[in-house]
Nanobody, 120 residues
Framework: QVQLVQSGGGLVQPGGSLKLSCVVS????????IGWFRQAPGMEREGIGC????????YYENFVRGRFTVSRDNAKNTVYLQLNNLKPEDTAVYYC?????????????WGQGTQVTVSS
């Protein structure tokens, strides 16, 4: 059974940083991708980025503009989302989700979500 367990998040001041983690278990194949999403109150969920665990290649949505970085540690079965220079508008619940290939959609398994609040 595939499981994605998230940690990290919390309250941070504008300009601050946070690192979110997504521990993945239950995959029978080493070839999969993990995407990161967020959903702010009253807003639709939006994609942030995705990483292919085999080669570590990451892809990002345009709005990220270098502030966020997706990485992985295959030895720990963990994918990270580094959030830098956070702004109040980054306040949202952040999710990780699994799929076969980045850009292919089809996210099947989701983490439980973690709240990120950016406020002074």
């Amino acid at each position: 059974q595939v499981q994605l367990v998230q940690s990290g998040g919390g309250l941070v001041q504008p300009g601050g940083s946070l690192k979110l983690s997504c521990v993945v278990s239950g995959f029978t194949s080493a070839n999969y991708a993990i995407g990161w999403f967020r959903q702010a109150p009253g807003m639709e969920r939006e994609g942030i980025g995705c990483i292919q665990t085999t080669d570590g290649k990451a892809y990002y949505e345009n709005f990220v503009r270098g502030r966020f970085t997706v990485s992985r540690d295959n030895a720990k079965n963990t994918v990270y989302l580094q959030l830098n220079n956070l702004k109040p508008e980054d306040t949202a619940v952040y999710y990780c989700a699994s799929t076969r290939l980045c850009g292919g959609g089809g996210y099947v398994h989701w983490g439980q979500g973690t709240q990120v609040t950016v406020s002074s």
